[in-house]
C-alpha cells in the first residue's frame, strides 16, 4: 500500500508566536491518529521553535517550502539542504508554483534542489501544474509531464522511490476553485504512467502523488477517495487547527 501524507503548507503566514500555538493545536489533535503521515511546512524561520513544540511527537513532521540550489557559501539569503538537514527537517517542497511564477525558478534550478535535497536526506515534494490558459488549450497533460521530466528523470530509480510528488493545477490554488475529482484522478494517473514509463510500475505504484488546490474539510474525502490521489497538499486550510485536522482525518 502507497503512503498517504497531508502536508500543510503555511506559505509566508503567520507570526512566530502564531505558528507556535498552531503546532501545539494539532500536536493535541494528533496523539491518537497514524494512518497518514502528517507534515507541517511553515516559514523556515520557525522550524526549529516548531519541533521544540512537537517534541516527542513523532506523528508530525516537519518541511520546509523551499531549498537553496547552492551548496554551501556567499548566497545571502538563502537557507542550503545541508542547514535544514542540520535542524531536523525531513521534507522540502521544491517548484512550488508561486516560487516558479513569482521567483523564476526553472527546471533546471529545480533539479539541482532536488540533488541537494536528496544528498542531505531531505524527501522533496516535488510540485507540478499548469495554469489555467494551458489547459484551457488542452495542453496539461503535456506540460506536466514535462515538468516532471526536466527537473526528476536525470534521477536513478533509488532516488526517485523517495519523492513525493504534489500535482497542484495553478487554477485552484487560493482560489476556491478545486479540480473535479475526475480532473484530479486523470492527472494523478497521467504522472503516475509517466513515472512507470521511465522507472517501471513498481516504482510507480510506490510514489505517493499528492493533490494540492483549494482542499477544505467538505471536498477533501471525495478528492481523497481518488485512487491515485495519495493525499494533499493543503494551503489555506492548513492554518486553522480544527480544518487542517479534518482533512486529516478525511484520508
Ligand atoms: P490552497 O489550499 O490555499 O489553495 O493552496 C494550495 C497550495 O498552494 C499548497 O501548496
Request: hydrophobic letters at 40%.
Amino acid at each position: 500500500m502507497r503512503e498517504k501524507i497531508v502536508a500543510g503548507n503555511w506559505k509566508m503566514n503567520k507570526t512566530l508566536d502564531e505558528a507556535v500555538a498552531l503546532t501545539s493545536d494539532l500536536s493535541e489533535s494528533m496523539k491518537s491518529s497514524a494512518k497518514v503521515k502528517v507534515v507541517v511546512c511553515p516559514p523556515s524561520l520557525y522550524l526549529k521553535p516548531i519541533q521544540d513544540v512537537l517534541g516527542e511527537n513523532a506523528e508530525i513532521k516537519t518541511g520546509a517550502q523551499n531549498c537553496s540550489e547552492y551548496e554551501v557559501g556567499a548566497y545571502t539569503g538563502e537557507i542550503s539542504a545541508a542547514m535544514l538537514q542540520s535542524a531536523g527537517v525531513s521534507y522540502v517542497i521544491i517548484g512550488h508554483s508561486e516560487r516558479r511564477q513569482y521567483f523564476n525558478e526553472q527546471p533546471g534550478t529545480l533539479a539541482k534542489k532536488v540533488d541537494l535535497a536528496l544528498q542531505h536526506e531531505l524527501i522533496p515534494i516535488f510540485c507540478c501544474g499548469e495554469m489555467l490558459d494551458i489547459r484551457e488549450r488542452n495542453e496539461h497533460e503535456a506540460l506536466v509531464r514535462s515538468q516532471v521530466e526536466k527537473s526528476l528523470f536525470h534521477l536513478p530509480a533509488e532516488a526517485i522511490s523517495t519523492i513525493v510528488i504534489a500535482y497542484e493545477p495553478v487554477w485552484a490554488i487560493g482560489t476556491g476553485k478545486t479540480a473535479t475529482t475526475q480532473q484530479a484522478q486523470d492527472m494523478h494517473a497521467v504522472i503516475r504512467k509517466h513515472i512507470a514509463g521511465k522507472y517501471g510500475q513498481e516504482v510507480a505504484d510506490r510514489m505517493p502523488i499528492l493533490y494540492g488546490g483549494s482542499v477544505k474539510p467538505d471536498n477533501a474525502k471525495e478528492l481523497f477517495s481518488c485512487p491515485d490521489v495519495d493525499g494533499g497538499l493543503i494551503g489555506g486550510a492548513s492554518l486553522k487547527a480544527q480544518d487542517f485536522m479534518a482533512i486529516i482525518n478525511a484520508v
